[in-house]
């Protein structure tokens, strides 16, 4: 049977996080707060339980590498929470915070289709690689180790969307703007090699990369959700994985197109059993959601391309003839009706991604738990922890179901700015100034209770929302997700370019 969080005092937790004593929330930056409701412990994200948690729950191997990674986790905390104090403003806070989503999978995954709709495969189906696997791959990490992010107090957090409620190691933000960079990076340089660019392009790309990595990598520092362990590792996990693909992506392309029934009877399972593996976390940790969707993306961009392939219709073949009607872009009337047939093209084909996701998912949380049930009473199901098996449930909830855009390729779920101070709890915000921003001072400067800078006027403090429940997870979304993320990518990768070039939209 697998432990659960042991009750602890709140000094005891206090003394976990190596504080002498509990932290205060300054009742001056939340004026409008009753004190009552204002906990000062420490805030329960994942991997912050007690020590005993995870030394009863984990392997020693895998306490081991969580010991190794939480060894300088509270002298990091400390240097972040110290360099925040020194150079925060409200300009950079806005900055760091909203380009982090710059470096998040949703982000890309919103654009990526675009590629394959615009006839550029091959740059798309790198960047689909990179992204899901090195999701993946940080997910699964994450998962096994356990590690929390930076400690807070003393940090700040500052972050848009769900991303406080994952594990800190290592850091998935680090991971995916490193490989994007060096893979832009390295198609840039063949352009530059083989004349298509001139030289100050060249290098103007190089500055642009450069720019955007250290916005999103220092930007994880800036926002208090990572360590320099984490950054460090990310950028070390990015830059292996643009290596592995740059060195041996046509090899494995070549294996896919030159295949026969073997590709489709290998890339299933193994992508099943990738999921199957995937490490059970000691707390409820999102990651797993996103491993899902990633490895089902990955398994359906392969099956698109062998398939195209052998069913005569792939990219480089004379079947994508087609070019987009005022491709030539003379006169006005050329440019306008391309911009709006490529507008079409990428509202259209996102609106019909959105429309099988909510279909499906639909169909799929309508007959699963049914069959569940039944199998349940023949024999005992497989249950991931967390996950509520349909045995414990009647009907699904309504937004679990009907929600319209994919996680995978969705804006954050609230396009607001999150800030975690010694909150144990999910949060919503008033303002108190006329501009929105990150910004909250929750620390105590000079041994006294902090108060509100000129700087901070215009910024959001927080409001305590105890009755925000947290998120469930379903056993009958497992199995959900692969199909509905496989579909995701076999309609982005082939159906949808294939509509377009029937209807005489074209690719190029």
Not at 94 to 113: A, E, K, R
Not at 215 to 239: E, P, Q
Not at 276 to 295: E, G, K, S, Y
Request: some cysteine.
């Amino acid at each position: 049977m697998e432990p659960q969080p042991a009750a602890v005092s709140a000094q005891a937790r206090a003394n976990f996080y190596g504080l002498t004593r509990e932290p205060e929330l300054s009742a001056t930056v939340v004026d409008d707060i009753s004190p009552d409701l204002v906990d000062p412990i420490p805030d329960e994200r994942p991997g912050t339980q007690p020590e005993e948690v995870y030394v009863a729950a984990m392997a020693w191997w895998r306490l081991a590498m969580r010991t190794a990674v939480m060894k300088n986790l509270e002298t990091e905390s400390r240097i972040l929470g110290a360099m925040q104090e020194r150079i925060r403003s409200p300009w950079l806070d806005n900055y760091f915070v909203y380009t982090s989503s710059l470096g998040t999978h949703t982000f890309f995954m919103i654009f990526l289709p675009a590629f394959f709709f615009f006839g550029r495969d091959e740059e798309g189906r790198g960047l689909l690689y990179m992204l899901t696997i090195g999701v993946y791959v940080s997910s699964f990490i994450k998962d096994l180790v356990c590690a929390p992010r930076p400690f807070a107090p003393p940090v700040t957090r500052l972050t848009i969307g769900n991303h406080h409620l994952e594990y800190g190691f290592p850091s998935t933000h680090s991971t995916n703007s490193v490989s994007i960079a060096l893979y832009f990076h390295s198609l840039a340089y063949d352009l530059y090699q083989t004349g298509a660019w001139p030289e100050w392009a060249y290098y103007v790309s190089v500055v642009v990369l450069v720019w955007y990595t250290f916005s999103i990598v220092f930007g994880r520092l800036y926002t208090g959700m990572h360590s320099f362990t984490d950054c460090a590792v990310g950028t070390l996990l990015g830059s292996s994985l643009w290596f592995v693909h740059w060195t041996y992506g046509s090899t494995v392309d070549r294996w896919i197109t030159n295949g026969g029934w073997h590709v489709p009877a290998l890339v299933i399972p193994v992508a099943l059993f990738a999921i199957r593996v995937h490490p059970q976390p000691v707390d409820d940790c999102p990651c797993f959601d996103d491993a899902i969707a990633c490895i089902a993306v990955v398994m359906g961009a392969f099956l698109a391309r062998w398939h195209s392939v052998n069913a005569g219709f792939d990219y480089a073949s004379d079947f994508y003839g087609t070019r987009t009607p005022g491709w030539q872009k003379r006169d006005w009337q050329d440019w306008s009706i391309w911009v709006t047939l490529s507008a079409f093209k990428l509202v259209s084909g996102v609106v019909a991604i959105a429309l099988w996701r909510m279909l499906v998912k639909f169909i799929m949380h309508t007959i699963l738990p049914p069959i569940y049930r039944s199998l349940a009473r023949i024999a005992t199901l497989p249950n991931r922890r967390f996950y509520i098996p349909a045995t414990d449930y009647s009907t699904l909830p309504t937004e679990k179901t009907l929600q319209p855009i994919p996680s995978v390729i969705d804006l954050p779920s609230t396009l607001h700015a999150h800030t975690t101070v010694s909150l144990p709890r999910n949060h919503v915000y008033r303002k108190v100034g006329g501009n929105e921003g990150p910004k909250l001072r929750g620390s105590k400067r000079n041994g006294r209770a902090a108060t509100p800078t000129s700087k901070e006027e215009d910024m959001l403090t927080v409001v305590l929302d105890s009755d925000v429940e947290p998120v469930k997870h379903y056993d009958a979304d497992v199995l959900t997700k692969i199909i509905v993320y496989t579909g995701i990518s076999i309609l982005a990768t082939e159906l949808v370019p294939l509509t377009f070039e029937l209807l005489g939209l074209g690719l190029n």
